[in-house]
């Protein structure tokens, strides 16, 4: 018998999944079902990145996952699923942990739609399906929000009448999947520096940064949507309110052409009118891409000083997702500027994408750690239904 957990990620049109077995940190097989629809392509391969032959109906989510289950089941005919664990972007003001789903807890996150009307919908069709397809495996619903709830109340409130903030217009802060993972990978390394002030940059197509102090979040950059903040890819991050209301009153824009806007069109994609992709832009020799790099270089400098003053210093800055990860030149011109507050950069180190890209001697250690949202997730499930300690 293959016991395992599965691990499910849906976005609008995409699932990304992953199967683990029932301990241990690599997964027996992982892929992603992409462009969900008429062109749905679905791509999964095993431990060893040997592609694994799949077909099945990709028109919508539920087909996406009974094809993947088809697939893994041909492959693993014994395979005997424990748990399923999802990622859901939105958990309000109060769950701080991931929850097995029930149809209270499945209305209570649908009552927050309109909170994250984006991502929600589709990350709870994913549970819907789930629980078709498995009717009496436990699903465990993951918050990306979950991790932020430890954030005072300073962090967590706008400056706007009170009425707003006890109907949920809060900050919630995003990508907690990702900070939990590394502020336990960080124990793990280094556990001196995880009791201390550490600030986590998760720079990829969605980009924050959170600021941890004894490896609780107390503050981040994303807000009440995934929008503030850092510039992304097509999102645009932190933008003065007032422009909304100048698209509004003065160019006649309806909320669904802003959202387009802010969501869609922005970020580096805005800036550089050319890719939302920071290997693109690295690589093109234009004025505009070359801006778009420093506007987002520029905003990260600005954020770490930010969130340095909360915590009242810094003794570590982690770099994770895929431009913070890969990207030695952006890593680079951010750290060169941070000098003052100790963060000295070791180019060798930096260029062969070393755990530790500091030099010996810095004040500040700053890090490279590959985040790893899947296993956050495959291990809260195996918690849930008791296969391993609570690692939430
Ligand atoms: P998502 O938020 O969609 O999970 P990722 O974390 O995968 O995104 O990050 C995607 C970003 O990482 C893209 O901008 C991509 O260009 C960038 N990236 C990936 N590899 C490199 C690289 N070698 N150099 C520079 N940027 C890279």
């Not at 109907?167 to 502020?183: D, K, P, Q, T």
């Not at 590959?370 to 690692?391: C, F, K, S």
Request: with cysteine.
């Amino acid at each position: 018998m293959t016991r395992a957990v599965l691990t499910l990620n849906a976005g609008s049109s995409s699932l990304k999944v992953a199967l683990f077995p029932e301990t241990g940190d690599m997964p027996l097989a992982s892929g992603l079902a992409d462009r969900i629809g008429p062109d749905g392509v679905l791509k999964l391969k095993d431990a060893q990145g040997v592609a694994l032959a799949s077909t099945g109906d990709l028109t919508t989510h539920e087909g996406a996952i009974t094809a993947v289950m088809d697939c893994f089941r041909a492959h693993w005919p014994d395979l005997d699923l424990c748990a399923i664990g999802h990622r859901v972007v939105h958990g309000g003001a109060h769950h701080a942990k991931p929850a097995i789903v029930d149809e209270h807890l499945l209305a209570e996150l649908e009552r927050l739609t309109p909170f994250a009307p984006l991502h929600q919908p589709h990350n709870l069709a994913g549970i819907r399906a789930a629980m078709a397809a498995f009717p009496g495996v436990p699903q465990v619903a993951c918050f990306d929000t979950a991790f932020h709830r430890t954030n005072p109340w300073v962090s967590d409130s706008f400056a706007l009448p009170r009425a707003l903030y006890d109907e949920g217009v809060r900050r919630y802060g995003f990508h907690g999947l990702s900070y939990g993972y590394i502020a336990g990978e960080l124990a793990r390394r280094a556990p001196h520096l995880a009791e201390g002030r550490v600030i986590v940059a998760h720079l990829g197509n969605g980009a924050s940064m959170c600021a941890l102090q004894n490896g609780r979040s107390m503050a981040s950059t994303m807000g009440f949507t995934a929008l503030d903040g850092l510039p992304m890819g097509t999102r645009c991050g932190q933008v003065d309110p007032g422009v909304l209301l100048y698209l509004m009153d003065q160019k006649g824009m309806t909320a669904a052409q802003i959202s387009d806007l802010l969501y869609r069109q922005s970020g580096l994609l805005g800036l550089s009118g050319l890719s939302n992709d920071m290997r693109t832009l690295e690589a093109a020799n234009t004025p505009e891409a070359a801006q778009a790099i420093e506007h987002f270089v520029f905003r990260c400098q600005r954020e770490v000083g930010g969130l340095a003053a909360v915590l009242g210093g810094i003794d570590a800055l982690i770099f994770c997702g895929g431009i913070g990860e890969n990207s030695r030149a952006v890593r680079a011109r951010i750290c060169e500027r941070l000098g003052w507050m100790g963060i000295d950069i070791d180019y060798g180190r930096n260029a062969a994408n070393d755990p530790v890209i500091s030099t010996d001697l810095a004040r500040t250690t700053v890090m490279v750690i590959p985040t790893n949202e899947e296993l956050v997730i495959a291990r809260a499930a195996r918690a849930a239904v008791g296969l391993m300690e609570d690692a939430a």
